[in-house]
Every structure is written in C-alpha cells, then in structure tokens.
C-alpha cells in the first residue's frame, strides 16, 4: 500500500501530481489501514517478542522523503546563486525552527568550521539545558570570538559592552565553547513588520546569506497559509534591496545593520537578532556595498 | 430527608469552611461530595490552575469559576526548553485574557509558564484588572518592553512582575520610567531575563527608592557592578537580590562600598546573578554569607578554588546552583559544610567540548547525598557515572523527590562496568520512595522501565532519552506508575503498540510527548479517532502525514487529555489526529 511518498496537496499542488486521484487513494488506503488494526481490547502485547517499531532504531526524521519542502514551497530563491545552502535532507524546514533530530554526520557537513572535531554529537536539544541558560554562556563566548574577529575594524573599545571586561577570566572556556557553540545555538529571533509573533531561526543550518534568506521567505510565507498559493507580498529579494522588505539585523552592540555587509561568519558571529522590515523604514541604515566603517548608527523605531 | 437536612450547614458557614482549604486537589475533592457543595465551592474559588491552557477553554473555566483572583496557566510542552518544539505551535494567551478582561475585573494574579504573551495581552492586562497586582511570565515570550511599559504605567496596586526566564524584546530601557512617581507598592521584581538590555538606571534607582517594601530584586546584566552599592544602600530590607554583571576593574574604593552595602543588608537570605565574576570581588558578600539560604552561580565562570572558599562561607545553604567548575573537591567541602543543603543543581560550563571542562564527576554527587542529610532535589550534568554511584546515593538519600541526571554524551555506559544503568536507575527508584521525578541518562535498555514501572509509584514525571530497546520499555512505564502525569519521551524505539495497549492510561495523564521515536502515523490516527478525551497532535515539518505511508513514523507527538476539544489555533505544521481523517488529508 506504500503511496511511494507522493505528495498530496489538496487545492495547491503544483507538482503535476493529479491531485483528485491520489486523494481518492490515499482515503481508500486510510480507511483500509484503519480496519485492520484489532479493536484496542483485543491488542495483545507480545511480551517476549521482539517489538518495537523499527527494531531498535530511533525514530527517524530524516526520512528520504523531502518532497513536501520541493513542491509546497512558493518562492524558490530564483535570484540566488546555487550556494549550497544546508546540506540537511530536508528541503527548507529543517533551517526553520529546527526540530528533528540531525545526527553528528548531517551537522558535521553543515557546519562551515573547518575541521574541528565534535566532542557530544551534536543533536538537538541536547544536552537539555535552556536556551535561555545557553545563551548566557553564548555570548560570553561569542564577545571573545567577536572581538578577535573585529580586531582590525576597531570598534572594540566602548564602554557599554560590559562583557568585554572579563576576557581574562575565562581562559578555560574559550576554545571549546567557541567551536562547538555554533551547533545548538545558533538560533536567534527574526521578526517581521507586520506580524507580531517572532519566529527563531537556526543560523548554523546555513553557510551563506541566500541560504538564510531562503529560510526566512519559507518561515513567513509558510505560516501565513499552508497549502495555498497568494499573491506574493514579499518578493524573494531580501538581499539586493529591491523588495518591499529588506533583512537586517542587530549587532553585539546593538546597532541595526543591513544584513549582507559583513562576511557570512563574521555576521553569524555578531549577530543577536533579524528583523525583516520596510524598505522605507530602513533608511539610515548602512547603504549596502559601503565600506564598514561608514556605517551610521541608528536604532529602527 | 429531614434528617438529612438537618444536618446540613448553611452556605455561608460551608463557604467559611472552604476558604480554608486552599490546595486544588482538596477543593477538587470537595466540589466532588455533592451538588449544593459544588455549588457553593464554585463560587468561592478563589485560585485557578490549568496545567495546560489547551485542556479546557477560558470560557468553561469562567462558567464553572465566576470569582476567581488568581490564575496560573501553562502552555507548551517542557521539551520546548530545548528546542524541540518547532516556533509558532502555539500557547498564546491573548484568548484567556481577552475573556478573563470581561469575566474578572478584580483578577489580581496571572501566572504564566511557557506561553507566548504579546504586547497586546499585556495592554489589554494592563486596562482591564483595576486592583491587578501579581504578573508572573515564566519562560515567556512574544512580548516587548512596551507591553511592560504598559503595565508599569497602569498597574497601580502591582506588587509582583517577574519576567523570570523569558524572552522579551527590548526596544527601549525607558519602560521602568513608566511607574509614576505616586507608584510605591513594589514587592518583587525580577527583570534577570532582559540580558544586556540596558534599563534606566536612575529609574531604577528612583523606583526602588520609592518602594518601601521590596522584598526581591533581580536584576539584569546590564547593570554594572559598580551601580549594586547605591541600589542596596537603597533597599537594605531586601530579602532576595540578583546582581548585574559582577565585574569591574578592581578598585578598593568600590570594592569596600558594595561590601559594605550588602553588610547592611541584614534580610538578605537569596543571590544571584553574577555574570561574568571577577572573583577579587566575591569577598564583598561574604557577610551576608551566613544567612544565605539560596544561592545561585550558574552563570558565574568561576574557578573551582574560589568557588570552593565561597562555598564554605555559607552553612545555611538551602540551594544551590552552580557550573561544574565546582568540582568533585568543591562538592565534597559542600557536603561537608552545608548540612541544610535541600536542593543542588550543576549544570555543564562547556556542554560540547571534547574533553571534559572540569574535574567534576559522579564523585561529587555521591560526596553530597552522603553529607547532606536533607537533600531532596538533584539536577546533575556529568560526563561519567557508574551504577555503583547511584545505587550508594540511593541508599544514602532515600528521601529523594527530584532526581535528574544527564550524562552529557547520549548512551554512555557505566565507566567502571561498561554495563547499561538499569541498574543504578533502579536502585534509586526502588529505595526513593516519594520520588515524583526523574530523568534518565546514559545507556539503558528496557529493564529500567521495568524498575520504573515496578517501583516508582509516586512517579509524577519521566523524561526519557535515547534508551530503551523496544515497546515493552514504555509499556512498563505506562502500565505500572500509578501517578505518573508527565511523560516525555525523545529518541527511542517506542512504537505503536505500548502506545495503543495503554491508551487509557493517557486519559489519567497531563501529557505525552513523544519524538523520534517510531510511532506510526496509523496509530497516531487510531487513537485521535478512538479516544475523544485526548487531543493527539502529530507535528511534522515535513509536511502532511497523510502524504507518506501510515507505517511512517511522525516526527513528533504530543497527546494531551482535554474537555475542551482539539484546538483552533493550530500551525500549518501540527496536525490533529482528532477529526476523522478521511476527511481532511492535508
């Protein structure tokens, strides 16, 4: 009875797949599924055999099936360059609020540090400690990965940034932290104009800004309907400003940048959160292709 | 029937009565004796608890309680601490508080956990409870400063707001500016989430000055080191304080004013804090050590040496968190001089290095339950144990409640045997009796469910990862804690049929969360269909579940009883199992 993961997209299916004939199938299929269980009273367990769904393996997410994220997307990052944007199997909904589990393998390829072994394989949500808790230690590490980053721009100097003041404390922890942080934290916020519930994204599920941007169009249109198509208020075009909307992002410092200027790991290890806003609220904000160093400060109201 | 009347109280003198019993199970108990009881309890609540705002609607909930003052609710399963609950699932609070505004103008207390709070929830809060007085949001989020703003500018009887643990956007530090000057009923509060947000420190200072009786202040990193002193000399009655970032050039001037600012405070019992520690520092507390009951330095990068001597200041410890720097000889001084010690947590300063960060290992866990008598409460990252560690702290500690342990790296085998921990799992639910949670680590078959099952009686939560062989392990769990409420299971080979065979057991429980494991979207159907009392959600990012095989497994499930039917307020991406599926294939 295997449906051979096709996709059945009632009302929106732009796969080609004869949408009538797979809907008719699959409730003759579920119906028939659902009549050959026993009634629940009758349901013996087997104790002494070997149970157990899939034999011992854990449950898996990864399913080869990853045409859901092909056909029901809208948008496809047309405008973009093919960089690879993650190289997890699932099509776009693994970089948005991740939530299956990736395996050592899958994240190893999908972190762009070169080389550095993995101690805990890096699943997620695990070790469980909470975001919030992790966080606290990410910044810690990420002022000290920051800094050495910025050291020939030369902004490091301002009296604000109090974590700055105890770099010399915490020799233990830099150097494992900063290479294995990026795996369980790189989620931070992304908030949209216009919509007041905030979304998280995982940065480490990217190695480049188009993969990023790619996320987010799926993360904001996706939830605004689920298989229908509507006319496109926010074009693929994040990136090269001539949308209605365009990417930004706050700074360790806390100034609101345009989201591209900087090089792709010098901005995963910057930035605290994204907001995708107004074109024509952005202005004052760095004019793209500027040098760093002219960049005005100024906070989007 | 006469007699039976005459026995009978009057209303008011069984209301009097009631408005002693103040426990939701007993009142719970009490409503259940008969009608003219139910009656009366009904419209003497005074407290509302809804362990999870999806079980029952506001509306059932106003027409059952037309009186309530206080209502706590929670919202999205545990496991969203940890990311694995996908943004957007749900959890929101405006609906409650949008009914609550016309149902309870006198509501005084809202407590929230894990839901998600909007800056208009918050405005709508802030306008409708004319005597609002206690706003708890416990690992909230969806809310920014303004809504704050709001509250602090109409809430003139607030005594309580504690944002513990959420997340709030922060668009401007003036919000605290908006408590008017004639506002002074402050009690506690707790702004430690807000990061390094910088909040307005001369309104700070004004607030707290204003605010005869505050009690608890935390405050957040931003606010620097040299600040605390004139803060406390500001509030020398307080009871609980959490510092800023505890850190600044070392300077003896400002090291004798903060000292002598926390001498002052005689109350102080409770502190926390302490970011980025410079430990030159740390001997500024020292006074209020002896008295400390709490003590929190989980964020304190400090060494074990001067955790060690800091430690040993404090003998009437109650609490205490702490990062694994503390080592096993900083937890062996612990043992030694903190006899009232209730609660430990350590948690891991360095979750993914490769090579342990610090000498901490299962040697100071069983230092502890050997020398303090009273501990009740263990939460425990390690990277190593043996079964021959938990079944000595077992026997040391019987009077166990809360057992967590995770051994960091999944499916760690006892370093000693290099056996499964069913046994030292057992060990501590067979003599720990009044145990009411637990979670497990490190390598475990089914026989450890099959202990759970035998012996954790009490059992009230389980967290469950990467273990287990088979459905055998969940069906021991399911079928033999009686009292289990909370089950949350990620990553092992539970399928459909414990499930399916235990399915009234769901109905006594709050809820099941299942991840990565293989449960088929079939049984997932099955149950949504036969058992109307549950919600079943399937939540799966790959996209329908009816477009893969019905032997396929979901990516995550989480079933929860409910009265009050499956919610509306779905994401694309949660998909109830409730509704006959046939007729909804998307």
Redesign the interface.
């Given at each position: 009875m295997v449906m051979e993961g096709r996709l059945v997209l009632l009302g929106g299916g732009s796969s080609g797949v004869s949408t009538t004939e797979s809907a008719v199938l699959s409730k003759v299929e579920v119906v028939s599924e659902a009549c050959s269980y026993p009634a629940e009273s009758e349901l013996e367990l087997g104790l002494g055999l070997s149970l157990g769904g899939g034999g011992g393996s854990t449950g898996n997410t990864k399913a080869a099936n990853s045409s859901w994220g092909e056909c029901g997307r809208i948008l496809t990052a047309k405008d973009f360059p093919s960089v690879v944007s993650h190289r997890t199997n699932n099509g776009g909904s693994s970089s948005v609020a991740v939530s299956g589990t990736k395996r050592a393998a899958e994240t190893e390829s999908v972190s762009h540090d070169s080389g550095s072994p993995t101690g805990v394989s890096q699943v997620v949500g695990w070790p469980p400690i909470r975001a919030y808790r992790m966080n606290s230690l990410v910044n810690q590490a990420k002022a000290q990965r920051g800094d050495e980053l910025e050291s020939g721009i030369g902004e490091k100097d301002k009296p604000k940034d109090a974590l700055k003041k105890k770099l010399d404390y915490n020799g233990k922890q830099t150097s494992s932290a900063t290479v294995n942080e990026k795996a369980y934290l790189g989620f931070v916020k992304v908030n949209m104009d216009g919509i007041p519930i905030g979304r998280k994204v995982d940065l480490n599920a990217h190695s480049s800004y188009e993969g990023l941007a790619q996320a987010l169009e799926d993360m904001f249109l996706r939830s605004a309907n689920s298989a229908e198509k509507e006319p496109l208020t926010m074009a693929s075009k994040l990136l090269d400003g001539s949308s209605e909307f365009v990417l930004t992002y706050e700074d360790k410092e806390g100034d609101w940048m345009l989201v591209g200027d900087v090089p792709w790991r010098m901005f995963v290890g910057s930035v605290r959160r994204l907001r995708i806003m107004r074109t024509s609220e952005a202005n004052g904000l760095a004019p793209r292709f500027n040098e760093s160093n002219d960049r005005q400060r100024s906070k989007p109201i | 029937m006469q007699k039976r009347l005459a026995y009978s109280l009057p209303d008011e003198v069984l209301e009097h009565v009631f408005s002693f019993i103040q426990s939701d199970k007993d009142r719970n108990a009490v409503s259940a004796v008969c009608k003219s009881w139910y009656e009366i309890e009904r419209w003497c609540r005074r407290k509302i608890f809804v362990g999870n705002c999806y079980a029952v609607s506001p509306g059932m909930v106003i027409r059952r309680f037309p009186e309530v003052r206080s209502v706590e609710l929670k919202g999205k399963p545990h496991?969203a601490?940890?990311?694995?609950?996908?943004?957007?699932w749900g959890g929101y609070v405006l609906p409650w508080i949008a009914e609550m505004a016309g149902a309870y103008p006198w509501l005084e207390a809202i407590r929230l956990k894990r839901m998600?709070v909007?800056?208009?929830s918050l405005e709508l809060i802030a306008k409708s409870f004319k005597n609002f007085k206690v706003l708890v949001l416990s690992?909230c989020?969806?809310f920014s400063t303004d809504g704050l703003a709001a509250i602090a500018a109409s809430c003139k009887n607030l005594r309580e707001l504690d944002l513990r643990?959420s997340?709030v956007?922060d668009l401007s530090g003036h919000w605290l500016s908006n408590f008017p000057e004639t506002y002074t009923s402050m009690v506690s509060l707790n702004i430690s989430?807000l990061?390094?947000d910088?909040v307005s420190i001369s309104a700070l200072e004004r607030l707290v000055s204003r605010c005869p009786n505050l009690r608890s202040l935390r405050l957040n990193?931003?606010v620097?080191l040299d600040k605390i002193a004139n803060i406390l000399r500001l509030a020398p009655q307080l009871i609980e304080f959490g510092t800023?970032?505890y850190?600044?050039?070392l300077r003896s001037d400002v090291f004798s004013n903060l000292a002598g600012a926390f001498s002052n405070c005689k109350e102080l019992k409770s502190l926390s804090g302490f970011?980025?520690?410079?430990?030159d520092y740390l001997p500024a507390i020292y006074s209020v050590c002896s008295r400390l009951t709490s003590l929190n330095l989980?964020?304190a990068?400090?060494?074990s040496p001067d955790l060690l001597k800091l430690v040993s200041h404090c003998p009437s410890l109650q609490r205490l968190l702490v990062l694994d720097y503390i080592e096993d000889s900083g937890l062996e001084a612990l043992a030694s001089n903190c006899k009232d010690l209730q609660e430990l947590r350590v948690?891991?300063?360095?979750?993914?290095?490769?090579?342990p960060?610090a000498s901490l290992t299962e040697q100071g866990l069983v230092a502890v339950s050997l020398g303090c008598p009273k501990l009740q409460s263990v939460l425990y990252?390690c990277r190593r144990m043996s079964n021959a560690a938990l079944v000595t702290i077992a026997k040391n500690r019987p009077n166990l409640t809360r057992f967590r342990l995770?051994i960091?790296?999944?499916r760690t085998a006892d370093y000693l045997t290099l056996e499964p921990f069913d046994i030292g799992f057992g060990a501590i639910v067979e003599h720990c009796k009044d145990l009411r949670r637990l979670?497990l680590s490190g390598l475990l078959t089914d026989l450890v469910f099959e202990y759970i099952g035998t012996y954790a009686k009490k059992l009230e939560m389980l967290?469950v990862?990467?273990a287990g062989?088979?459905?055998?392990g969940l069906?021991y769990v399911l079928s033999g804690c009686k009292s289990l409420r909370k089950l949350e299971i990620?990553?092992?080979?539970?399928?459909?049929?414990?499930l399916?065979?235990n399915?009234s057991k769901l109905e006594t429980m709050r809820s099941l969360w299942m991840?990565?494991?293989?449960?088929?979207y079939?049984?997932c159907?099955?149950l949504g269909?036969?058992m109307p009392k549950l919600n079943a959600e399937v939540?799966d990012?790959?996209?329908?579940p009816?477009?893969?095989?019905?032997s396929?497994?979901?990516?995550?499930l989480y079933i929860y009883r409910s009265v009050a039917g499956p919610r509306f307020d779905m994401?694309?991406?949660v998909w109830t199992m409730n509704e006959d599926?046939?007729l909804r294939?998307?």
């Amino acid at each position: 009875m295997v449906m051979e993961g096709r996709l059945v997209l009632l009302g929106g299916g732009s796969s080609g797949v004869s949408t009538t004939e797979s809907a008719v199938l699959s409730k003759v299929e579920v119906v028939s599924e659902a009549c050959s269980y026993p009634a629940e009273s009758e349901l013996e367990l087997g104790l002494g055999l070997s149970l157990g769904g899939g034999g011992g393996s854990t449950g898996n997410t990864k399913a080869a099936n990853s045409s859901w994220g092909e056909c029901g997307r809208i948008l496809t990052a047309k405008d973009f360059p093919s960089v690879v944007s993650h190289r997890t199997n699932n099509g776009g909904s693994s970089s948005v609020a991740v939530s299956g589990t990736k395996r050592a393998a899958e994240t190893e390829s999908v972190s762009h540090d070169s080389g550095s072994p993995t101690g805990v394989s890096q699943v997620v949500g695990w070790p469980p400690i909470r975001a919030y808790r992790m966080n606290s230690l990410v910044n810690q590490a990420k002022a000290q990965r920051g800094d050495e980053l910025e050291s020939g721009i030369g902004e490091k100097d301002k009296p604000k940034d109090a974590l700055k003041k105890k770099l010399d404390y915490n020799g233990k922890q830099t150097s494992s932290a900063t290479v294995n942080e990026k795996a369980y934290l790189g989620f931070v916020k992304v908030n949209m104009d216009g919509i007041p519930i905030g979304r998280k994204v995982d940065l480490n599920a990217h190695s480049s800004y188009e993969g990023l941007a790619q996320a987010l169009e799926d993360m904001f249109l996706r939830s605004a309907n689920s298989a229908e198509k509507e006319p496109l208020t926010m074009a693929s075009k994040l990136l090269d400003g001539s949308s209605e909307f365009v990417l930004t992002y706050e700074d360790k410092e806390g100034d609101w940048m345009l989201v591209g200027d900087v090089p792709w790991r010098m901005f995963v290890g910057s930035v605290r959160r994204l907001r995708i806003m107004r074109t024509s609220e952005a202005n004052g904000l760095a004019p793209r292709f500027n040098e760093s160093n002219d960049r005005q400060r100024s906070k989007p109201i | 029937m006469q007699k039976r009347l005459a026995y009978s109280l009057p209303d008011e003198v069984l209301e009097h009565v009631f408005s002693f019993i103040q426990s939701d199970k007993d009142r719970n108990a009490v409503s259940a004796v008969c009608k003219s009881w139910y009656e009366i309890e009904r419209w003497c609540r005074r407290k509302i608890f809804v362990g999870n705002c999806y079980a029952v609607s506001p509306g059932m909930v106003i027409r059952r309680f037309p009186e309530v003052r206080s209502v706590e609710l929670k919202g999205k399963p545990h496991f969203a601490d940890f990311n694995l609950v996908p943004d957007g699932w749900g959890g929101y609070v405006l609906p409650w508080i949008a009914e609550m505004a016309g149902a309870y103008p006198w509501l005084e207390a809202i407590r929230l956990k894990r839901m998600v709070v909007t800056d208009e929830s918050l405005e709508l809060i802030a306008k409708s409870f004319k005597n609002f007085k206690v706003l708890v949001l416990s690992s909230c989020e969806g809310f920014s400063t303004d809504g704050l703003a709001a509250i602090a500018a109409s809430c003139k009887n607030l005594r309580e707001l504690d944002l513990r643990e959420s997340d709030v956007d922060d668009l401007s530090g003036h919000w605290l500016s908006n408590f008017p000057e004639t506002y002074t009923s402050m009690v506690s509060l707790n702004i430690s989430c807000l990061g390094s947000d910088e909040v307005s420190i001369s309104a700070l200072e004004r607030l707290v000055s204003r605010c005869p009786n505050l009690r608890s202040l935390r405050l957040n990193r931003a606010v620097p080191l040299d600040k605390i002193a004139n803060i406390l000399r500001l509030a020398p009655q307080l009871i609980e304080f959490g510092t800023g970032a505890y850190s600044a050039e070392l300077r003896s001037d400002v090291f004798s004013n903060l000292a002598g600012a926390f001498s002052n405070c005689k109350e102080l019992k409770s502190l926390s804090g302490f970011w980025d520690v410079v430990p030159d520092y740390l001997p500024a507390i020292y006074s209020v050590c002896s008295r400390l009951t709490s003590l929190n330095l989980s964020y304190a990068t400090i060494q074990s040496p001067d955790l060690l001597k800091l430690v040993s200041h404090c003998p009437s410890l109650q609490r205490l968190l702490v990062l694994d720097y503390i080592e096993d000889s900083g937890l062996e001084a612990l043992a030694s001089n903190c006899k009232d010690l209730q609660e430990l947590r350590v948690f891991p300063s360095d979750p993914f290095g490769v090579e342990p960060n610090a000498s901490l290992t299962e040697q100071g866990l069983v230092a502890v339950s050997l020398g303090c008598p009273k501990l009740q409460s263990v939460l425990y990252f390690c990277r190593r144990m043996s079964n021959a560690a938990l079944v000595t702290i077992a026997k040391n500690r019987p009077n166990l409640t809360r057992f967590r342990l995770c051994i960091i790296e999944p499916r760690t085998a006892d370093y000693l045997t290099l056996e499964p921990f069913d046994i030292g799992f057992g060990a501590i639910v067979e003599h720990c009796k009044d145990l009411r949670r637990l979670s497990l680590s490190g390598l475990l078959t089914d026989l450890v469910f099959e202990y759970i099952g035998t012996y954790a009686k009490k059992l009230e939560m389980l967290s469950v990862a990467f273990a287990g062989d088979s459905d055998l392990g969940l069906h021991y769990v399911l079928s033999g804690c009686k009292s289990l409420r909370k089950l949350e299971i990620r990553d092992c080979p539970f399928g459909d049929k414990a499930l399916l065979a235990n399915a009234s057991k769901l109905e006594t429980m709050r809820s099941l969360w299942m991840s990565s494991c293989s449960v088929s979207y079939g049984a997932c159907k099955l149950l949504g269909q036969k058992m109307p009392k549950l919600n079943a959600e399937v939540i799966d990012e790959r996209g329908p579940p009816g477009s893969r095989p019905e032997s396929c497994p979901v990516e995550k499930l989480y079933i929860y009883r409910s009265v009050a039917g499956p919610r509306f307020d779905m994401p694309p991406f949660v998909w109830t199992m409730n509704e006959d599926s046939t007729l909804r294939l998307s």
